[in-house]
């Protein structure tokens, strides 16, 4: 036996959707042989014959039922608002015993969606990588986007713990830092650090498209970093996102209506003249980001530490 295939965490993987998330995993477990066999499935024939041409897969199928079949782990890798008519279709054809994971940007409407079709002796797991790019589709993955990486599950009182070791495991071994904590704080969490933050850069991008005394190529051209990342985030997964704001209604809705106040108290200022507020106010928010890039989440480099991703071509 070779020393890759000694390092093999599950024997068959079928992942359910081929796009940036799932291609990234792939790439991440062949590169170390941590999958004995990854077994895909995708929509459409385009995105399965460019999963094979990459290597992304040793075989895709047709439909999931037939992807999901003898795998002893699952992911789900669909758009949120696909996830329940995918668990409908795959609960009567996974094995006893098998893990099924998903790496929805949501967790407790994923969770409502999937469950009810995950039959018992089947281990049901979500899961949330908080790794992404702007980009989209079998083409977009890398080998390394999970590295130092934050990949949240979110298990309950009664999930198996041999079968949560073992998908920490493999995780760990693309990369990724494990950690668990319950859906609806997962949810609210996200909502603060990544949901409501798209939305504002969508709103920012939108603004800037309908303001008439701006031109186009004024905004193109002398876009600086706030705006140049803002269009960043906003050229985000129109489907993807579309379904976060569907699915995480609550949260969102919740932390945008402090979003809201905030905005009002800092345009007060503004109009007032209270410098002394708005100084006070950018001291605190400065020190967050000081305490990200400590913590290893981001760099201090002016590009944020996305030239890696530019220079490999997305
Ligand atoms: P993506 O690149 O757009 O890929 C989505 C994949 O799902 C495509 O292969 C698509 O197939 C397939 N798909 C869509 N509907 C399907 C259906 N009904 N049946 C079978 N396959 C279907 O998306 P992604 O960025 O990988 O995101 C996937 C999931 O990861 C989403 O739930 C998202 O919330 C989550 N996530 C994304 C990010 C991120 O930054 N992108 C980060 C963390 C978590 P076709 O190509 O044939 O249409």
């Known amino acids: 036996m070779t020393k890759v295939e000694s390092r093999v965490i599950y024997n068959r993987v079928a ?10 995993m792939a790439l991440a477990m062949r590169a170390q042989g941590l999958a004995g066999e990854i077994v895909g499935h995708a929509k459409s024939a385009e995105t399965r014959a460019v999963a094979l041409e990459l290597g992304l897969c040793d075989r895709v199928c047709a439909t999931a039922a ?17 996830m329940e008519a995918i668990a409908a279709e795959i609960g009567p054809h996974l094995a006893p015993g098998a893990t099924v994971t998903d790496v929805g ?12 079709h995950v039959p018992a002796g089947v281990h049901f797991i979500p899961g949330h990588p908080m790794a992404g790019t702007e980009y ?59 949901h409501t933050p798209h939305l504002i850069a969508y709103t920012m991008v939108g603004v800037a ?19 140049r990342d803002f269009t960043r985030i906003a050229a985000s997964d ?7 704001f569907l699915t995480n209604k609550d949260a969102v809705l919740d932390i945008l209506g402090r ?16 410098g002394e507020h708005l100084f006070d106010y950018f001291t605190r928010t400065r020190a967050i980001r000081r305490g990200i890039i400590e913590a290893g989440q981001d760099t201090s480099a002016p590009d944020f530490g996305r030239g890696a991703a530019s220079k490999a071509g997305r």
Do not use: C
């Not at 037939?66 to 696909?82: R, S």
């Not at 905004?219 to 970093?225: C, E, G, K, L, P």
């Open 259 to 274: 979003f809201a106040e905030e905005l009002f108290v800092l345009q007060r200022a503004i109009r007032m003249g209270d």
């Open 238 to 244: 129109p489907t993807m996102w579309r379904d976060v």
């Open 15 to 24: 992942l359910i959707g081929l796009g940036l998330i799932a291609s990234s």
């Open 136 to 194: 989209s589709g079998p083409r977009a993955g890398f080998a390394t986007l999970y590295q130092n990486r934050w990949w949240l599950l979110t298990p309950d009182a009664a999930t198996d713990a041999a079968a949560l070791a073992r998908l920490r495991s493999l995780l760990e071994a693309i990369g990724a830092k494990v950690d668990t904590m319950d859906a609806a704080h997962h949810d609210l969490v996200l909502a603060v650090v990544s």
């Open 66 to 82: 037939e992807a999901v079949a003898g795998a002893d782990l699952v992911v789900l890798a669909v758009p949120v608002g696909a």
């Open 105 to 116: 940007s949501v967790k407790q409407a994923v969770i409502a969606a999937v469950a009810p």
């Open 209 to 227: 498209d309908h303001l008439a005394q701006v031109s186009n190529s004024e905004v193109i051209q002398y876009s600086a970093t706030g705006f």
